[in-house]
């Protein structure tokens, strides 16, 4: 019964959660701010009003969030990739478990801002400023995926691991048959996670001159993240309301339309 | 107890033990029985006797620790909990356990629909294991068992998280399957009924051993208030509960 109803909410797509005090009065208190920006930056970026001059243009805006989103969307398949082997080697035995997890922990915890270094010795001195983002994107999102894979492959059911090896699914037919999509669950969590964290960053990861001994604005990477920064530097309010106001709708679509689809999808890969 | 084997033997555990390290399981202590060709077996015990780990043996999922284990390559078994994959549909869990076997693809949707239709569940083929019943769920798990044509089945406490009604049904079923496919069943339960309901010969396991031998000549179906049966289980009990 409980389950037909949870089911048919989620055909129709509603919000499953259930709202919390803190919540409501979230969306009381942040709703009207929102719609204000909006209404805000309709005004500037079209002149809805004569004598209210168009100071915004929301294609340069629109181009800037596409140039983020690409960059967080290579950071996220390169992490997605290198997850896998991390979490199927701390998978591997009991040792390799007690050893990995709390060094991918200590890892984690090291600010990605401390890998600059690293990003100036190996990515910039070489004039590859994409490179140098999304390396920082891709730190920040991996360990999401890594946690949250390994947590994946920790639910799986010993019985489904016996029967796995009791029917001959071994090896390679095992990981792409059992492992992954018992995986998949904890994946998309791990994913959004990672994702969030993703946007997070990319203030960081875009306004890469504050970082290079003498750099200048010319050396950013244009997006949304550079956008926020420069405008806020620059006095030019309307266009820091209006890419955030692009960040908001841009991340809820892409939650409406990609995690809210993918979570309802994960439900069949649940062990009971 | 063990003189009695021959050439129809499918399955001889001579002297074997198991000891895990670290002990996170149930070892056997010196384990002899075998198994013949067609018969019905149940292992029952208390938890903790060691009976699941004979099983594993059988399944290649453990390896002895010493001792002697003839057993055919080939077995297949029906997990507690039915153990399918929530992701894949019925026909896909039955399919996927032929698909390791090299089978060419025309025979594998022949033989999966055959043993889907055999346990009737021909409505459900395209349907996820969560939609199914717990009944029919361990009906999948033994069609995706008998789908490889396995030399033995094997069993381990099919029936334990289902209800009377429907563990009644499944028995009928399990005994119409062995009646047609004429398999070696080994069965691990931990109900004296439901074991002497089923097998021709019921081993008692205790502390890790085999503790006594029961055959049952009882025609099938038995009926459970006839006096011969009822005299079995409490010859059972008596020695069980001992």
């Known amino acids: ?272 | 107890m063990q003189n009695d084997s021959n050439l129809n033997d499918i399955i001889v555990f001579e002297n074997v033990s198991k000891t895990y390290q670290p002990q996170n399981d149930v070892g056997i202590k010196n384990v002899s029985f075998s198994v013949h060709k067609g018969e019905f077996l149940c292992l029952i015990g208390p938890s903790g006797c060691g009976k699941s780990t004979v099983l594993k043996i059988i399944t290649g999922l453990e390896k002895e620790t010493s001792g002697k284990v003839i057993k055919p390559e080939k077995v297949s078994m029906v997990f507690q909990n039915g153990a399918l994959f929530p992701w894949l549909t019925v026909y896909e869990n039955v399919a996927i356990a032929l698909q390791s076997e090299n089978v060419p693809k025309e025979n594998i949707q022949k033989m999966a629909m055959k043993h889907i239709e055999m346990m009737g569940l021909g409505e459900f083929t395209n349907k996820y294991p969560r939609e199914l019943s717990g009944g029919q769920r361990q009906r999948v798990g033994i069609a995706r068992a008998l789908a490889v044509d396995p030399a033995v089945l094997l069993l381990d406490e099919p029936f334990s998280a289902l209800d009377a009604k429907t563990t009644d049904e499944l028995h009928r079923d399990i005994l119409k399957v062995w009646a047609e496919t004429k398999k070696t069943i080994i069965m691990v339960s931990h109900l004296i009924e439901e074991s002497a309901a089923l097998a021709d010969r019921v081993l008692l396991m205790k502390d890790q051993t085999i503790d006594y031998e029961f055959k049952i000549t009882l025609p099938h179906p038995r009926h459970e208030q006839a006096a011969d049966f009822l005299k079995l289980i409490n010859e059972i009990r008596r020695r069980f509960f001992r």
């Open chain 1, 1 to 272: 019964m409980l389950k037909e109803q949870h089911s048919k909410h989620n055909k129709h797509f509603n919000i499953i959660y259930p709202a919390s005090t803190v919540q409501k009065l979230y969306s009381i208190f942040v709703t009207p701010v929102i719609v204000l920006a909006v209404i805000w930056v309709l005004i500037k970026t079209f002149s809805l009003f004569p004598g209210i001059p168009k100071v915004v243009d929301y294609e340069i805006v629109a181009k800037a969030f596409g140039y983020t989103f690409w960059r967080l969307l290579v950071a996220y398949v390169l992490a997605l990739i290198a997850s896998v082997p991390l979490a199927l080697w701390a998978n591997k035995s009991d040792t390799a478990e007690r050893i990995l997890l709390p060094t991918f922990d200590i890892i984690q915890s090291i600010p990605v801002l401390a890998f600059f270094p690293i990003v100036i010795a190996v990515f910039i001195q070489f004039g590859m400023y994409n490179g140098a983002a999304i390396f920082i994107l891709f730190l920040a999102m991996l360990w999401n995926m890594v946690f949250s894979l390994i947590g994946g492959l920790r639910s799986i059911p010993a019985d489904i691991k016996s029967a796995a090896r009791v029917f001959g699914i071994t090896k390679l037919s095992y990981l792409k048959k059992i492992l992954l999509p018992a995986s998949v669950p904890y994946l998309v969590t791990g994913s959004l996670l990672a994702w969030a964290q993703g946007w997070n960053i990319i203030i960081v990861a875009e306004v890469l001159h504050t970082y290079i001994p003498g750099g200048t604005a010319s050396q950013d990477l244009f997006g949304i993240g550079s956008m926020l920064v420069n405008a806020a530097a620059g006095s030019q309010q309307e266009l820091f309301v209006a890419a955030i106001v692009a960040m908001v709708i841009g991340i809820g679509l892409i939650n409406f339309f990609v995690w809210q689809k993918l979570l309802h999808y994960a439900e069949r890969f649940k062990f009971e």
